[in-house]
Nanobody, 123 residues
Framework: VQLQASGGGLVQAGGSLRLSCAAS????????VGWFRQALGKEREFVAA????????NYADSVQGRFTISRDNAKNTVYLQMYNLKPEDTAVYLC?????????????????WGRGTLVTVSS
């Protein structure tokens, strides 16, 4: 499966953005999808994940209550709605797919990765 993230940009602290992850190739609904981010000079970290049916989600503590992950399997797209953005959310955001039913959080479980989209939050 091929993935492409989009929707990043520059936003002021407290603002909102919605990222999209468009998939093509294999049957998208057979994969759990996760969002990860990597800030400059830091390791990649888990942000959010959604099960292949969309009924289960997981979030990193740092974004719980501010970010919402959702998916539309008919459109082969997963979304990450981000509210109340903070400067520490600045990073390249990447989406990935895993051959699991559940909303897996471990980076090593994700086999397919797309190119990221840059989110910059100014203070």
């Amino acid at each position: 499966v091929q993935l492409q993230a989009s929707g990043g940009g520059l936003v002021q602290a407290g603002g909102s953005l919605r990222l999209s992850c468009a998939a093509s190739g294999r049957t998208f609904s057979n994969y759990a999808v996760g969002w990860f981010r990597q800030a400059l000079g830091k390791e990649r970290e888990f942000v959010a994940a959604i099960s292949w049916g969309g009924d289960r989600t997981n979030y990193a503590d740092s974004v719980q209550g501010r970010f919402t992950i959702s998916r539309d399997n008919a459109k082969n797209t997963v979304y990450l709605q981000m509210y109340n953005l903070k400067p520490e959310d600045t990073a390249v955001y990447l989406c990935a797919a895993a051959s699991f039913k559940g909303a897996v959080t471990a980076t090593q479980e994700y086999r397919y990765w797309g190119r990221g989209t840059l989110v910059t939050v100014s203070s």
